[in-house]
């Protein structure tokens, strides 16, 4: 793999909208646009790093990749929305980036709830969104890794794959940036210009690609308890609804530590 440096001309373009800085390396790229938004930053504001020495998930789980292997990055937004509508974004944003990579020919690209995007049964992207109060108010950054290069050799975790792995061909990363970025500031552009219906429609659409809804699901929860059932769809408020022996049970994101399917091991 060649694994090229970004080229800074075509980001600048998407300016005013998308204010684009690339660095070289960074801990964490929410980190560095959370320093950004409480200094002021605007929405549109991106932070990408070619290199991600200590990136963060959900729970705080941490990986490092190769330089330039992957597309990491973190987008500074300040919703209007009411805060109770904040669950949405990060799987409106995960949604979004399944459907540019099946429109980039990864037909199995779907999204697993609450914040991952898989290949099949293998993760390609995770998603992270962090709440942060600034001088301006409340900002939203949201955070995103794709593994663009990846070799088997290089993966984080057993489940996991890169586009290259899956296509065989390492693809321009500018260009996948580029597009998901438009795509993402489109997408959420729309959600809060539509109001209810927007949701309503992202609902149907999130539950339509979710790989978790329909299968048997085993959730841990904090504290070392689990929830067996089936995932039955999303409700209004972006939550997993899971039915089982006692009926239907709701989860939010920061309600679980793992869902997975009920006969997947510890690594799935």
């Not at 929305?81 to 020919?105: C, D, I, Y």
């Not at 219906?197 to 085993?218: F, I, N, P, Q």
């Not at 039915?243 to 793992?258: K, M, N, R």
Request: proline share 7%; hydrophobic share 40%.
């Amino acid at each position: 793999m060649r694994r090229l440096s970004l080229d800074d001309e075509p980001l600048a373009a998407l300016a005013p909208e998308l204010a684009v800085e690339v660095l070289e390396s960074a801990t964490s790229t929410n980190a560095v646009a959370t320093e950004r938004a409480r200094g002021g930053a605007a929405e549109g504001t991106v932070v990408v790093a070619e290199h991600q020495t200590a990136g963060r998930g959900r729970l705080d789980r941490t990986w490092e990749t190769p330089p330039r292997a992957s597309l990491t990055f973190s987008l500074v937004l300040r919703p209007a929305v009411p805060a109770g509508e904040w669950p949405w974004l990060p799987l409106l944003t995960g949604h979004t980036v399944a459907k540019v990579l099946r429109g980039r020919g990864y037909a199995a690209a779907g999204v697993k709830w609450p914040n991952d995007v898989l290949l099949g049964e293998r993760k390609v992207a995770g998603i992270l969104v962090e709440r942060v109060e600034t001088p301006a108010g409340p900002a939203a950054i949201v955070g995103v890794g794709l593994n663009v290069s990846l070799t088997e050799d290089d993966l984080p975790v057993p489940n996991a794959t890169s586009l290259a792995l899956e296509s065989g061909t390492e693809p321009d990363r500018t260009g996948l940036l580029l597009e998901l970025l438009r795509s993402l500031r489109e997408a959420y552009d729309a959600w809060q210009a539509g109001g209810p219906d927007a949701t309503t429609h992202l609902r149907s659409s999130y539950a339509a690609a979710c790989v978790t809804v329909g299968r048997e699901v085993r959730v841990s929860l904090p504290g070392g308890g689990e929830l067996l059932g089936r995932a039955t769809g999303i409700d209004p408020a972006g939550r997993l609804v899971v039915t089982g022996p006692e009926g239907e049970t709701v989860v939010g994101a920061g309600d679980v530590v793992h869902v997975r399917p009920a006969d997947a091991g510890p690594d799935q």
